[in-house]
């Protein structure tokens, strides 16, 4: 069974850092593709960041760009997404999600790619 539990999120002021985990279990961390999305109250589901687990390569949403950084550990299983310089705006549940056998980078604008999803952490970032 597939599971994705995310934690590390919390309330926190504009301008500083937090940093979420996803321990992913149920698959084999080799080859897939890790990512986060984020739903703020009233609005649509968007995605944020994603990372491959092969490469390394990496994929940000402009909203988010030079701000946040995603990582995984292979070995732990495990996907970071490291945020910075906080903004109101980014105040959402962000939910980690992976993309399982799938040739190449799934987009960030289309959910639908990725196959499983965590049950969500809340971020609240205050002005």
């Known amino acids: 069974e597939v599971q994705l539990v995310e934690s590390g999120g919390g309330l926190v002021q504009a301008g500083v850092s937090l940093r979420l985990s996803c321990a992913a279990s149920?698959?084999?961390?080799?080859?897939?593709?890790i990512g986060w999305f984020r739903q703020a109250p009233g609005k649509v589901r968007d995605g944020v960041s994603s990372i491959s687990s092969r490469d390394g390569s990496t994929d940000y949403a402009d909203s988010v760009k030079g701000r946040f950084t995603i990582s995984a550990d292979n070995a732990k299983n495990t996907a970071y997404l490291q945020m910075n310089s906080l903004k109101p705006e980014d105040t959402a549940v962000y939910y980690c999600?992976?993309?399982?056998?799938?040739?190449?980078?799934?987009?960030?604008?289309?959910?639908?790619?990725?196959?499983?999803w965590g049950q969500g952490i809340q971020v609240t970032v205050s002005s």
């Open positions: 999600v992976v993309a399982l056998g799938v040739a190449g980078r799934p987009p960030l604008t289309s959910a639908g790619w990725y196959d499983y």
């Open positions: 149920g698959f084999t961390f080799d080859d897939v593709f």
